[in-house]
């Protein structure tokens, strides 16, 4: 059996557990190619327009797959419904709805894993009836999810290690979701020109509050309920002290993050930020301007330091 | 004769391309201020032809030890004069100002297409603004007003002074503006009034974009071709309740900004190969495809006389590798 998986949005939040899972239940796993600009176009093709672009692009990674599903005998597209999860924590509405959607749109097999902790449909609930559905017991099945799970742990705890090993004296902070940050198209060129201007990116997805509960996201906003966006407030709290200034990429019109980083921009005042929305339109001169003052400021604001001192 | 040494700045904006000429001692020596009119190269030529006819009216000799380009156009036209700095504009108009105004906190920047606001604490750039995907409240949308209401751009700022009661008109959008301007002049609104309240509008579309929790301090210098507009100036000075600084050489800010970093740059004080004679030199840009991946980048292949010296625009390394021939 053979499973295709688009390498977008939800996928890069939990880029372990589902490959594992499905591998060590002896399934194939493939996933979408990069974001191109073919994936792109057919993302949008396949969006009504006030879709954000992240969601656009995952449009553009089905259809990917059900063009390749042919000739490479993909049997399921797999596509996870997440709602709500424990103690209130939900995700933007983009994410309740990708499985309903692709499966009206497209004329493929998908198979999904229903989380909503609202209606008592745990992960692991949602994880036994994949595996059952896809024909393998009931025991197989939860030991591969099992399994699947402490491997996304250990795997998320070599990623914090390994970032926090990396910290240099040239460090910016990068607020993104992984899909976009990760992004081929959308968080790519940003990445790579800091790499470039001899920057460290620190990612503020990867953090210590993913392996505890970290509450400390309760600084900036007591009352948010986005899981992912929770997430990226705890690792501004953990690096903030630690980097030159902060970047914060959004799609547009993405609804959390156009809340959630205006409040922040607010709160956290002793750091030079950098709030950039990517969106489709093709003109990079734009982000370079952006990207490249904003380096100035800080290299300048060293450069003011070392004269102090 | 004496050789001095001089370094240009070359600002290639959307509408207009500004050129300075500097001395050692950031004086300047030559300027010139011309119309972009959608082609960079032809603008830059035509700038080099007048510093060089300038010169030779005040018989200085000049040679170049720093070539610096921004602006929009700012890597197509480094290119080609072989520069030895390319930097963004707000870096440019921060360090152009503060060669003026030392003590200045606040940039306000209204050009062609876009606008800025700068904000400087002791001398160093700590934050800043520009206008995102809207050109309202720029140039170009004081610019297509004046056409609508039949008088040149150059009128506006001393007309706009005339008015006693500045009509109301919506600052959020451009479109928005407009209905409201057609309204207005149909229910009778005179044009002075009309045209003053296109430039409060401005300005209040500019403070609404770009100013959003940002303390605008004293001293407050506003720059970039719309400077030159009275009428926006007042404006300005009316809804901040501050004195608001136009230098004349407000439009060349970007242009002195670059110059004086190539000065900075160039450390070692080594002399440029820099000739004036660049009217007969042939530029030629190609727009080709790259088909290394499916991203297909456009890349900009760039020839002097025919030879190739620069490609640029590919999001990785592959688009260097396509073919060389014209």
């Known amino acids: 059996m053979k499973i295709g998986i688009p390498k977008a949005m939800i996928t890069y939040e939990y880029p372990v557990l589902y490959h594992k899972f499905f591998e060590l239940l002896g399934v194939q796993v493939v996933y979408s190619d990069e974001t191109n600009s073919n994936i792109l176009n057919d993302g949008i093709i396949y969006s009504i327009d006030e879709t954000c672009l992240a969601n656009k692009i995952y449009m553009g990674h089905v259809a990917n797959l059900v063009k390749r599903s042919d000739k490479e005998n993909i049997d399921y597209i797999f596509i996870p419904r997440v709602a709500f999860f424990d103690k209130k924590e939900t995700v933007c509405v983009k994410f309740y709805a990708l499985y309903d959607i692709c499966k009206n749109i497209f004329d493929a097999h998908f198979i999904t894993v229903n989380i909503d902790y609202s209606c008592h449909e745990t992960e692991f609930k949602a994880f036994v009836n994949l595996g059952i559905k896809l024909g393998f017991s009931f025991s197989k099945t939860i030991l591969a999810y099992k399994k699947a799970k402490k491997l996304q742990q250990e795997y998320d705890k070599a990623n914090y290690e390994k970032q926090i090993k990396a910290l240099s004296n040239k460090n910016i902070l990068l607020v993104a979701h992984p899909y976009i940050e990760h992004d081929q198209y959308m968080g790519y060129p940003v990445v790579k020109f800091l790499k470039d201007n001899q920057f460290n990116v620190i990612y503020s997805d990867i953090n210590n509050g993913m392996q505890t509960n970290n509450e400390s996201y309760k600084e900036l906003s007591k009352y948010l309920y986005w899981k992912y966006n929770k997430n990226l407030l705890n690792g501004i709290i953990e690096y903030s002290e630690k980097v030159d200034g902060i970047i914060f990429i959004s799609t547009f019109p993405c609804g959390p993050d156009a809340m959630v980083n205006d409040l922040v921009i607010r709160k956290v005042k002793d750091k030079p930020i950098l709030n950039l929305v990517v969106d489709e339109q093709d003109g990079s001169a734009g982000l370079y301007t952006r990207l490249e003052s904003f380096i100035d400021i800080l290299e300048q604001n060293k450069e003011e330091m070392g004269e102090r001192i | ?326």
């Not at chain 2, 030559?30 to 190269?41: C, F, L, R, V």
């Not at chain 2, 100002?97 to 876009?114: C, H, S, V, Y």
């Not at chain 2, 002049?185 to 509008?201: F, R």
């Not at chain 2, 929790?213 to 501050?242: H, M, T």
């Open chain 2, 1 to 326: 004769m004496n050789h001095i040494k001089g370094y240009i700045g070359i600002d290639i904006g959307s509408i207009s391309t500004k050129g300075v000429i500097m001395d050692e001692e950031n004086h300047m020596i030559a300027s010139e201020y011309i119309w972009t009119e959608g082609d960079p190269i032809k603008a830059t030529k035509n700038i080099i032809e007048t510093f060089k006819k300038t010169l030779e009216e005040k018989e200085i000799k000049v040679d170049i030890y720093g070539i610096g380009t921004t602006g929009s156009a700012r890597n197509l036209i480094g290119t080609i004069l072989n520069a030895n700095v390319i930097k963004n504009e707000i870096t440019a108009h921060a360090i152009g100002t503060l060669n003026t105004f030392p003590d200045a906190r606040t940039i306000l920047e209204i050009g062609g297409q876009d606008s800025k606001l700068i904000i400087i604490r002791n001398g160093i750039v700590v934050d800043y603004a520009m206008n995102t995907l809207c050109s309202a409240g720029t140039g170009s949308f004081l610019s297509s007003q004046a056409k609508r209401l039949g008088v040149t751009i150059e009128e506006i700022g001393d007309i706009a002074l005339t008015s006693r009661n500045p009509s109301k008109i919506a600052a959020r959008c451009t479109v928005f503006a407009e209905s409201d301007l057609v309204h207005k002049a149909q229910i009778g609104h005179s044009k002075e009034d009309l045209i003053a309240g296109i430039c409060n509008s401005v300005v209040k579309n500019y403070l609404n974009n770009l100013a959003k929790g940002k303390v605008l301090e004293d001293k407050i210098v506003f720059q970039g071709g719309v400077s030159k507009n009275k009428g926006v100036v007042k404006a300005f000075e009316d809804i901040l309740n501050k004195k608001v600084h136009v230098d004349k050489n407000s439009h060349l800010m970007g242009a002195i900004g670059i110059a004086i970093i190539s000065k900075n740059v160039n450390k070692n004080g080594n002399k440029l190969e820099f000739d004036f004679n660049l009217q007969n030199v042939e530029f030629k840009t190609i727009g080709t495809e790259c088909n290394g991946c499916s991203n297909t980048c456009e890349i900009v292949k760039v020839y002097k006389d025919n030879e190739l010296i620069e490609k640029m625009g590919g999001r990785c390394e592959k688009g260097n590798q396509i073919s060389n021939i014209v």
